[in-house]
């Protein structure tokens, strides 16, 4: 069964317990739940005026098409309340695809990998705790590469309770 990697994410509300209801969901709708890297706590990246984020990244064995990955995922962002205002606002919760196996794909809806995981620290810093050598199948080069190289410079830390 191929393996999928999330991002979650989201900075508005009870932050823990949206990303924990989007980890019991997505074990019960995308696939078996492998690993969770831990939470990490960022300033927000895009539009900077809104509450830090916490993120997070899943790695999921699914036997769903990444199309229906996509379809599962937007599905529990609605029902844990996600409202769609504005491009990197802020949401109770975000759920992007990172990689789908060693696929490359470009639809109009799907994008695999996601173009910009190479460019965020929040994303790469947990890829990193879970798969340090896996390599971006466009850039070869390895999470801890591209981590190395990151032009992003907003801080990435461990969240605490």
């Not at 317990?17 to 990246?45: D, F, H, P």
């Not at 996600?82 to 994008?111: P, S």
């Amino acid at each position: 069964m191929p393996k999928v990697y999330l991002l979650l994410g989201g900075n508005l509300g009870d932050r823990t317990s949206y990303l924990q209801q989007a980890r019991e969901s997505i074990n019960q709708q995308v696939g078996r739940l492998m690993r969770s890297s831990k939470i990490y706590e960022t300033a927000a990246w895009g539009k900077t005026d809104q509450p830090n984020f916490l993120n997070q990244v899943l790695e999921v064995q699914t036997e769903l098409t990444p199309e229906q990955v996509l379809q599962q995922i937007n599905q529990i962002e609605q029902e844990l309340g996600r409202i769609r205002h504005e491009h990197w606002g802020a949401r109770v919760i975000d759920i992007d695809i990172l990689f789908y196996a060693n696929q490359v794909q470009q639809t109009q809806r799907l994008t695999i990998p996601h173009p910009q995981l190479h460019l965020r620290r929040f994303t790469l810093l947990p890829l990193s705790e879970l798969v340090p050598e896996l390599e971006h199948p466009l850039l070869h080069k390895s999470i801890n590469q591209l981590l190395q190289e990151c032009p992003d410079e907003l801080e990435v830390w461990e969240f605490e309770e």
